[in-house]
């Protein structure tokens, strides 16, 4: 009798444990789903009560109309791809140097400075706006890329460390100490040794501060006009003071996380082993 108790508490248990990961699912998908199916229904299909998001109504005149005047979303996807990609190609320079030298050199209390370096990441970007806004006015660097790229490297880099500081502390010592029998410098170990086996990590960080930088906004907003607008802004331009163009708004903004999704999707393998290998391992 028992054992019968026992059979169905484990089934029940594993009820509810593929329940809960069906509501994760549905909970983590739908706003995409909703995302999508606004991006091809008219504007009196989504502000009807409820929406009618019959078949019939279903159209590709956002996706034209946003291609039709695609003038404003190039430029903001052509900034936000050149900040991002400068934001990450620097992040990973500064980055990986800077965790090696935190995980292998003797730096007393490594520990805590990785835990003070990422502490800065919990001022609200609000706290520091007003003065960020006032050194980068006085630099002359108002609605430029490298006012992004430089703000977006001191949040992105913190996080970087942290990942690749947990991977090099999972590096047998072994290694490094055979390329020293062998003539190597620290330099040349940590270029033509760790480096190479330090891939899926490498790309974890990358997409990350690339996925970061790309989708940021409220610097963006901040510290842009016009001519440096990313693809997040030029997006929120769809929301007039009189109206808000919601399908036009979801087509572009469809069209701005495609270039991520992919990312995310070729190299999805590298991103999980990186982050299982230098976030949990570390």
Do not use: C
Not at 17 to 36: D, N, Y
Not at 152 to 161: A, C, D, M, R, T
Not at 196 to 202: G, K, V, Y
Request: net charge positive; hydrophobic share 60%; proline share 5%.
């Amino acid at each position: 009798m028992s054992a019968v108790r026992a059979r169905g508490a484990s089934r029940l248990a594993e009820a509810g444990i593929v329940l809960g990961i069906l509501v994760f699912i549905i909970w983590s998908i739908a706003p995409m789903v909703w995302l999508l199916l606004s991006s091809i229904l008219p504007q009196l299909a989504l502000i009807a009560q409820p929406p009618d998001i019959a078949v019939s109504q279903w159209t590709l005149d956002n996706y034209i109309t946003v291609f039709g005047s695609a003038a404003a979303l190039g430029r903001g996807i052509l900034n936000s791809f050149l900040v991002a990609t400068f934001t990450t190609a620097l992040a990973l320079a500064l980055g990986a140097p800077a965790a090696y030298a935190l995980a292998r050199l003797s730096v007393p209390k490594s520990g805590a400075v990785v835990l003070l370096v990422l502490a800065t990441q919990m001022l609200p970007g609000i706290a520091i706006a007003i003065p960020l806004f006032i050194v980068i006015s006085r630099l002359g660097l108002i609605d430029t890329r490298l006012s992004l790229i430089i703000v977006y490297l001191s949040f992105n880099l913190p996080i970087v460390i942290w990942i690749l500081r947990g991977f090099f502390l999972t590096i047998p010592a072994g290694l490094e100490r055979a390329a020293a029998v062998d003539g190597a410098g620290l330099i040349q170990t940590f270029l033509l040794i760790v480096l190479p086996i330090s891939i899926p990590p490498l790309f974890a960080a990358a997409v990350f501060a690339f996925i970061e930088s790309w989708n940021e906004f409220f610097f963006a907003l901040i510290l842009t006009r016009q001519d440096a607008q990313t693809v997040p802004l030029v997006i929120a331009a769809f929301a007039g003071q009189y109206q808000t163009v919601f399908g036009q708004m979801m087509a572009a903004a469809v069209i701005s996380i495609a270039p991520v999704i992919i990312l995310a999707i070729v190299f999805r393998n590298h991103i999980l082993r990186g982050f299982a290998d230098g976030m949990l391992k570390g």
